[in-house]
């Protein structure tokens, strides 16, 4: 008896290591953003966010390959902090929110280069068109939080080309790519 | 003659008149010409600049048009009872649809709390943002009034010719001319 309960408690210990925990990502506290930027005529940076998303993530500090990723965006959240350039991006010149309300991406493998940091590969749907990216990576920190859940917090790059996903608006040479700014905490559930 | 009699229209009804006419339909033009402008053309923040200081000047002209118009007598109508009628409300709606207009143009550009400048001479400040998805209702609400509004000014234009050169009645003439008209009929 004694023994099989140390047996299952040694099971409990080892499969919480194995296998990886399930996150869900912070929105109802907003702590998570996802944010762009692109150059403007190439004299600066015009940044901006999606305000509305979801997203999950699996995380496992001993074996972060097996991680997994997914984020679902509302594309008609899109925030650039000006009313008229948001209204001309939700537009069919740029995101046509109407008929694409959606992007997202779903991860398909994931490399550890090391340290805290991961190479995340996977699809990135957008406009209606799916194609695969490299999101680089890094974890920020994990472990309980005051209120008595557990979390994982994640940051992360990308830089896509609007072109290769059908978004032709000539918005000038300096202007052809966005570079994409993930910043994820997961409450471990 | 200042102001209006009831078989003629004053000077300053005929400019309200004439100039709001030309302002409506440069800003229809000038509207759905801005809306297409590649990025890097010179008139992209230009354009649209100008068609807000404008709008808003016109909503101040159309307030001291309305104010001098419900100050006086306007000359009778001529027609029958359902063209007086008709045109009563198209006038009305006329102007209903140029208050509109300048209501959801505002909408559109104040929706981030930001103001309009008027040709760099005074910004008329934002009142924030109403409602949910304001920039692109306000938008859709505009585009469709701007076609409304351009569709009924047409009409009454057309009525107008049908009473000049169908009716041979004064109805076009006394907005043209301060001349004295005969009586008709």
Not at chain 2, 34 to 40: K, S, T
């Amino acid at each position: 008896m004694r023994r099989s309960l140390l047996a299952f408690g040694l099971f409990a210990l080892l499969t919480s290591k194995v296998f990886a925990a399930d996150y869900v990502v912070d929105t109802t506290g907003a702590h998570a953003s996802i944010n762009f930027k692109i150059q403007h005529l190439g004299y600066s940076w015009l940044t901006g966010r999606f305000n509305t998303f979801d997203g999950k993530f699996s995380y496992d500090p001993v074996k972060p390959e097996a991680s997994t990723i997914s984020v679902n965006i509302n594309t008609d959240s899109v925030d650039s902090n000006h009313a008229e350039r948001d209204k001309h991006i939700r537009s069919e010149d740029f995101l046509y929110v109407k008929k694409y309300p959606t992007a997202n991406f779903v991860s398909t493998k994931v490399e550890s280069l090391g340290g805290e940091r991961l190479k995340i590969f996977g699809n990135l749907t957008l406009h209606g068109i799916t194609k695969p990216i490299i999101i680089m990576a890094e974890k920020i920190g994990e472990g309980k939080d005051p209120w008595g859940g557990y979390r994982a917090g994640f940051s992360g790059t990308t830089r896509i080309a609007m072109a290769d996903y059908g978004i032709m608006t000539n918005l000038g040479p300096a202007s052809t790519h966005v570079e994409l700014m993930l910043n994820l905490e997961g409450v471990k559930q | 003659m200042l102001r209006n009699s009831s078989q003629q229209y004053g000077w300053l009804s005929i400019l309200f008149h004439w100039f709001s006419a030309v302002i409506v339909i440069g800003m229809f033009a000038l509207g759905w010409w801005m809306v297409d402008l590649n990025y890097y053309s010179p008139w992209y923040t230009d354009a649209p600049h100008y068609h807000k200081s404008v709008g808003i000047l016109l909503i101040a002209l159309t307030t001291a048009r309305i104010a001098w118009k419900v100050s006086q007598t306007s000359p009778e109508a001529i027609g029958n009872k359902w063209e007086k009628k008709g045109a009563k409300v198209a006038h009305v709606l006329l102007y209903l649809l140029i208050f509109t207009m300048f209501f959801s143009g505002y909408l559109i550009s104040t929706a981030d709390n930001r103001g309009i400048e008027v040709f760099n001479w005074f910004t008329l400040d934002s009142i924030g943002r109403l409602f949910e998805d304001q920039a692109d209702t306000a938008g859709l609400v505009h585009e469709y009034l701007a076609y409304t509004l351009i569709g009924l000014a047409s009409l009454h234009a057309l009525a107008a010719f049908k009473h000049h050169f169908i009716n041979n009645d004064t109805t076009l003439v006394r907005m043209l001319t301060l001349k004295q008209q005969k009586e008709q009929k």
